[in-house]
């Protein structure tokens, strides 16, 4: 398991279930993926309960009989915060709750506690101030939250008005405050986008920590922050770069994820519009990851979201420095080969080789196989640039010259 040095960490449990939708390889990849937020946000998981069950309990979310044994690990090792992989109700949060006596959340509220950290601008802070509001208003019912409280009650309160209508009140004034300013700040996003010329403008897309900004910082020698964490970026940085002589901006945009909150997706959709007016996606993928299968289609789900599915891409396969392959014994008969015992060159051979050659196996950390990259990044972007300005061809050789 996953643990942090030298670092004040919450000791955690998490719970999942097995259904229909959700077989057992799948509940624990979602786990894996559960713990590594946990990790990221501060917290160290010491077990995992899981149970098959063939939809959610409307009540507790899992059985009775389950929470009870939840329960006895809370009390026997002192655990102050469990986590719930799946979005709870406000009825399901509000009954664990009485029944376990610790901190409840759910996968929402940690990936928007980890949001909450990484915010660095007044833009995204904003943008995640406004989904942990959304996120909030329909739990208040089971909270004693006294929002907002501090500032006096005389004159907060209408006649007859309960404490939890207060509450509502000036949680939805909040918001709609949250959103004005969101509107102001995109009016101003949006001249600044307009101030950058007729440059080709290239994005990077992908799953959260699969090595974007470390592909930022290497293609254009700037210092973007990069870790091996969870939405280690959330802040929409953009860079000018010269590949051979043809300069461009490069975007490097916040990570996306599996069972990614509504509400995220909605506050971050104007961060987003830097992915809808890019001329070029560079959808960044770890092919070390086992499931990076999965990452592409959530990655490719919310490009449809987004309306961005049908630009012009070229996908990544970053970490090839980390990737590694299951190898079966020549002696065994039994087992028989999947995925996960493809090696990196035969994983070129599958659908990978049909994405019109613009497919490049890379590892940024490395630099490995980079030169290749920068030259099918030159010939895509000189592309769009020749049909775009096709008077000034003659000033970028189709030779990439390094």
């Known amino acids: 398991m996953l643990e942090q040095k030298d670092t004040e960490y919450e000791r ?4 999942g279930l097995i259904t229909q939708q959700q077989d057992q390889d799948i509940s624990k990849e979602y786990l894996d993926e559960l713990e590594f937020l946990a990790y990221t946000a501060g917290g160290q998981v010491l077990k995992r309960f899981v149970q098959k069950m063939e939809r959610p309990n409307p009540k507790t979310f899992i059985g009775t009989g389950k929470l009870d044994q939840v329960h006895t690990y809370v009390q026997q090792h002192g655990i102050g915060t469990v986590i719930f992989d799946d ?4 009825a399901q949060q ?40 959304e996120y909030l208003l329909p739990r208040l019912a089971g909270m004693w939250t006294h929002l907002e409280r501090q500032r006096g009650g005389i004159g907060m309160r209408g006649p007859g008005e309960t404490e939890i209508e207060t509450d509502r009140r000036i949680v939805r004034d909040r918001i709609s405050l949250l959103k004005k300013k969101l509107k102001k700040i995109d009016r101003q996003m949006e001249v600044q986008r307009g101030n950058r010329g007729k440059l080709v403008r290239v994005a990077l897309v992908g799953y959260t920590n699969v090595g974007k900004s470390t592909l930022m910082n290497a293609i254009s020698k700037s210092d973007v922050f990069a870790e091996n964490k969870l939405f280690a970026t959330l802040d929409t940085t953009v860079r000018k770069v010269v590949v051979g002589n043809l300069p461009f901006l490069l975007t490097d945009t916040v990570g996306f994820i599996r069972k990614l909150p509504t509400q995220l997706v909605e506050s971050f959709k104007s961060t987003l519009d830097e992915v809808r007016e890019a001329d070029l996606l560079l959808h960044v993928v770890d092919i070390s990851h086992p499931s990076f299968e999965d990452h592409i289609a959530s990655v490719g789900a919310i490009l449809d979201e987004i309306k961005s599915a049908d630009k012009p891409t070229i996908m990544v396969f970053n970490k090839i420095d980390a990737f590694t392959n299951k190898t079966i014994d020549s002696d065994d008969l039994v087992t028989q080969k999947t995925k996960e015992h493809f090696t990196l060159e035969e994983w070129k051979s599958t659908w990978m080789n049909t994405t019109n050659g613009d497919a490049i196996f890379v590892s940024a950390l490395e630099k490995q196989n980079f030169e290749s990259f920068r030259k099918k990044v030159y010939d895509k972007v000189r592309e769009i640039y020749v049909t775009r300005f096709p008077y000034n061809s003659f000033l970028y050789p189709q030779e990439y010259i390094q």
Request: hydrophobic residues 45%; aromatic residues 6%; glycine residues 0%.
């Open 12 to 15: 955690t449990i998490l719970v």
């Open 87 to 90: 979005e709870l109700s406000a």
């Open 94 to 133: 509000k009954n664990i709750e009485k029944i376990l006596a610790c901190k409840i959340i759910d996968r929402t509220n940690l990936i928007l506690d980890i949001f909450a950290q990484r915010a660095q601008t007044s833009y995204a802070r904003t943008q995640v101030e406004l989904a942990q509001y």
